[in-house]
């Protein structure tokens, strides 16, 4: 038995074993005494104060009641939570009790040839027995746990066990289970063990547990100082750049660990890609040589012939230009007759027209017109015919009438804003009678209120809504705008029926009307004439540039006649020539596509490799890198307050449960 407490000590000590920290710790040992079934039936927790930093008071947080010092003498205040302690810069060790449930409690099960059975009745019995022992946890948190059941000397056979072993000492028998309940299933850790044996009257009586989170909190603590990098931003970056590459995408820059993979990877595939385009550039301009080429060797022959050809034809030419170019001086000489005479009937019009608009009054109805020209015409005519338009007239009509129209109108403006004020008062009376599930209109509530119908109270209660709705300023507005909207659809309405009625505006309209026509005809007549005029000079600077072009022509024919004897000979010595350059192109090309083909086909196979690759990695990194990733930060977490009792902000805490099983 000695050997067993010596090893439940040593056990303590390993589990509660963390690194010394430059800071007050709170050690806690917490004892529970348990039945088999994880009912709780006294807790003591023994707590020691570590005044690493010799304070003469230590401040605590506790929960725990019965508190009394099992280190020393030191004395202590309580108030409320807040636990004060006269520490004289020493450690401070004390004891409480807590009806809180402690965080991990172990669970009991036993069959009997597949029947439940106690532990108690098991003395008196025989069989084939399972013991199963799990962790009950009132919270999430990641703990390690291992249970000490002592065997008796006799009654247990042919063990079998899973996340457990026997150790023995001493000829006595001691199974050790473990778990790791707490953590995510992912991590397949063993949340129970199982003993399965052949049980002969076995007496097992009590068992010893012990289980912390502060190993696995120092492990978190250790691996976050060491780790110097934000693991998700290398996740997301990591996910980008592999996205990208399975998409045959540019990387994008990344600024953490991979931040030297993107450039080299673009790197690598822009000269792929260069280096493609620049094979495929080749072989398009070899092929295109080659055309070339062929073509150029046909062509060669032909312009071997033609040459021949034009050599005969340039004695003909040059005859046919020299009767062209004295026709056309004999033209040319006739041109300034031509110009004048058409220039003299475009004046005789304009006279014509000068002198009909100044006996048409137009200076009576003061419309200033200054004598037309060949030059001024259009824009003076123009300018006539916009102050003459009907619709401009009608329009500047209609703001003088508006201006008369307008007060007149609005001088009835209580009269309009009633009858828009009734409207929605209407609108909103069938809005409150909706919302009050009457389906019923203004007219038939109004029906139905004079002929008793509507209680006295609900009316109340109808006409008050209305009446607050009415005073909003949303209402308010809506009937100032509606009002506005009536009082311009009135003006508007009075200005067209004026308008529409009134002889002396239809007469002014109806002579403005003619007016215009008139004018608008004399403008096209002498457009007409313009461009006949204008057409005429281009004609016959025409005839003058032809003539220029003719003699030139002439000489240039004589020219060609005597270079066309030249041309007939360099024409056959580049026929032979171009022969031979058909031939070297053709073998040029064919190299170029095979090796076009060669680079098309390297680039293919290593953008292959790097799709491939990314579409095997990135969901490793989605998922199998990310859950890994969660469930450390939730496993970090969850151990951060695993302590059994309060602790004050930013204090260290580190504790052990104890806990025996009375199995009987």
């Not at 040839?113 to 108690?120: K, N, P």
């Not at 399972?130 to 919270?139: F, K, W």
């Not at 012939?305 to 026709?327: K, P, Y």
Request: aromatic share 4%; net charge negative.
């Amino acid at each position: 038995m000695k050997k067993i407490i010596a090893l439940t000590l040593s056990l303590i000590m390993a589990l509660g074993c963390i690194p010394a920290m430059a800071e007050n710790i709170k050690h806690e040992r917490v004892y529970v005494v348990a039945a088999a079934d994880g009912t709780v039936e006294s807790v003591t927790d023994s707590v020691r104060l570590e005044n690493v930093d010799e304070l003469d008071e230590i401040g605590d947080r506790t929960i725990l009641t019965d508190i009394r010092n099992v280190g020393g003498d030191e004395a202590f205040t309580l108030d409320g939570e807040t636990l004060t302690w006269k520490a004289d810069g020493g450690d401070i060790t004390y004891q409480g009790t807590s009806d809180k449930a402690p965080a991990v409690l172990p669970v009991v099960s036993l069959t009997l040839d597949g029947q439940e059975i106690s532990c108690a009745d098991l003395k008196d019995r025989t069989g084939e027995a399972v013991l199963t022992v799990s962790y009950q946890q009132q919270e999430t948190l990641p703990v390690l746990v291992v249970t000490a059941l002592p065997l008796p000397e006799e009654g247990v056979t042919d063990l079998k066990l899973e996340n457990a072993a026997v150790l023995s000492e001493m000829g006595r028998q001691v199974l050790v289970g473990w778990a790791v309940p707490g953590v995510d299933e992912q991590l397949n850790l063993p949340v129970a063990f199982t003993a399965s044996f052949h049980a002969d009257h076995a007496d097992l009586s009590w068992m010893m547990t012990f289980c912390t989170s502060d190993p696995v909190d120092a492990v978190c603590r250790e691996l976050d100082e060491r780790v110097d990098l934000d693991p998700h931003a290398e996740l997301d970056e990591a996910k980008l750049l592999l996205t990208a590459m399975q998409n045959g995408e540019t990387l994008p820059e990344t600024t953490g660990k991979t931040s030297g993979i993107a450039p080299k990877v673009n790197e690598l595939n822009d000269g792929l890609t260069q280096l493609n385009d620049g094979a495929a550039t080749l072989a398009d301009g070899a092929s295109q040589l080659s055309a070339g080429a062929t073509e150029l060797k046909d062509g060669a022959a032909s312009l071997a012939d033609g040459a021949a050809t034009l050599a005969d034809g340039a004695v003909d030419a040059e005859s046919g230009a020299a009767a062209l170019d004295e026709g056309l001086t004999t033209l040319v000489a006739n041109n300034e007759a031509l110009n004048t005479g058409a220039a003299a009937i475009f004046a005789t019009i304009l006279e014509s027209a000068n002198q009909q608009l100044a006996a048409a009054g137009l200076d009576a109805a003061g419309i200033t017109l200054p004598e037309l020209t060949a030059e001024n015409y259009a824009a003076a005519l123009d300018g006539v015919l916009d102050q003459l338009n009907p619709e401009n007239l009608k329009a500047v009509a209609a703001v003088q009438v508006e201006e008369a129209v307008r007060p007149q109108v609005e001088a009835n403006a209580d009269q309009v804003r009633a009858a828009v004020e009734e409207a929605a008062r209407q609108q909103v009376l069938e809005a409150v009678l909706q919302a009050a599930e009457q389906d019923l209109t203004a007219e038939q509530y109004a029906q139905a209120l004079q002929a008793g119908q509507v209680p006295e109270e609900h009316a109340e209660l109808i006409d008050a809504s209305v009446e607050k709705q009415m005073q909003s300023d949303e209402v308010k507005r809506q009937i100032d705008q509606n009002t506005q909207a009536q009082i311009d659809q009135l003006v508007r309405q009075n200005v067209e029926e004026y308008l529409a009625s009134d002889e002396t505006v239809a007469a002014q309209l109806a002579t403005a009307q003619a007016a215009y026509d008139s004018l608008s005809a004399l403008k096209a007549q002498l457009d007409q004439v313009n461009t006949f005029v204008t057409g005429l000079k281009d004609y016959t600077d025409g005839a003058a540039e032809a003539s220029s072009g003719a003699a030139q022509l002439h000489t240039g024919l004589t020219q060609l006649n005597t270079g066309a004897g030249s041309l007939s000979e360099g024409a056959s010595a580049l026929s032979t020539g171009a022969i031979d350059l058909a031939d070297g192109a053709s073998s040029v090309s064919a190299g170029a596509t095979a090796l076009k083909d060669g680079v098309q086909t390297m680039k293919q196979t290593i953008m292959d490799a790097e799709k491939e690759a990314a579409e095997k990695l990135l969901p490793y990194v989605e998922n199998e890198l990310a859950d890994a990733l969660r469930i450390y930060e939730q496993t970090r977490d969850g151990v951060r307050n695993g302590g059994y009792d309060l602790r004050p902000e930013g204090m260290k805490g580190v504790t052990v449960y104890v806990i025996r099983t009375d199995l009987q």
